[in-house]
């Protein structure tokens, strides 16, 4: 490391943007779409890029990022291997939390509820939607397994290349989707002095209405 370079000076001041009560969406996913659209707009490198957080048995936690894919009926859905070190810790914790850090823009969105699978069907459109390369390598990954070295990820992916060369490949069953239906929804905007604007909703899951708040910074 540069002996110039000291971690704690490292800051930035955030000046780029405010959110105020009146400029919200009533819904969170509305509002979700607006800032998600205006990333888009601002050229966010991997915009769809989220951190996935989740815990395992002993409520150890872990986090990784994860592509977000599409947003149905207000859930959050991404694919993955249903065998990974992932899918281990959302077995045994059905609640995650998603986060977007959009540091162009000076935004942050924290996502957290309940995640489950979606529904086999969207798996099958979603799987074969891809490049094909991604779907041969779905095959030949047994993902979070130790393995010895690289080697064995590229002779399993020339095997499972030659075994479907001639024919469409088939969405393997340990492979698949999840959606995090979420129960709060914070959203955060940088501002000066370190004063950031947050907004929370919140839902109320016995009549699904979300209610609004601002929690200091």
């Not at 800051?11 to 969406?25: A, F, K, P």
């Not at 291997?81 to 850090?101: D, G, M, T």
């Not at 529904?119 to 393995?147: K, M, N, T």
């Not at 989707?177 to 709060?184: D, L, T």
Request: with cysteine; aromatic share 10%.
């Amino acid at each position: 490391m540069n002996k110039e370079l000291h971690i704690e000076d490292i800051r930035t001041d955030y000046r780029l943007g405010e959110l105020n009560e009146n400029q919200l969406e009533s819904d969170p996913i509305s509002q979700f779409e607006r800032w998600f659209a205006e990333a888009i707009d601002a050229g966010v490198v991997e915009v769809n890029a989220m951190t996935l957080a989740t815990t395992d048995a002993d409520g150890s936690p872990d986090a990784r990022i994860v592509l977000l894919k599409d947003i149905e009926n207000g859930a959050f859905v991404f694919y993955t291997n249903y065998n990974s070190q992932k899918a281990r810790e959302i077995e045994a914790n059905h609640r995650a939390c998603l986060v977007f850090f959009w540091p162009a823009l000076q935004r942050q969105i924290r996502v957290r509820g309940a995640i489950e699978k979606v529904d086999e069907y969207s798996s099958e459109a979603y799987f074969h939607s891809r490049p094909i390369g991604s779907q041969l390598g779905a095959w030949a990954s047994p993902q979070s397994d130790v393995i010895a070295n690289r080697t064995v990820l590229e002779e399993n992916l020339k095997r499972v290349f030659e075994k479907y060369k001639d024919q469409n490949v088939p969405k393997p069953p340990h492979w698949g989707g999840y959606k995090v239906v979420p129960s709060a929804i914070e959203f955060w905007q940088g501002r000066q002095n370190r004063l950031h604007d947050r907004i929370l909703y919140t839902r109320d899951v016995t009549n699904n209405v979300w209610t609004i708040d601002r929690l200091a910074p």
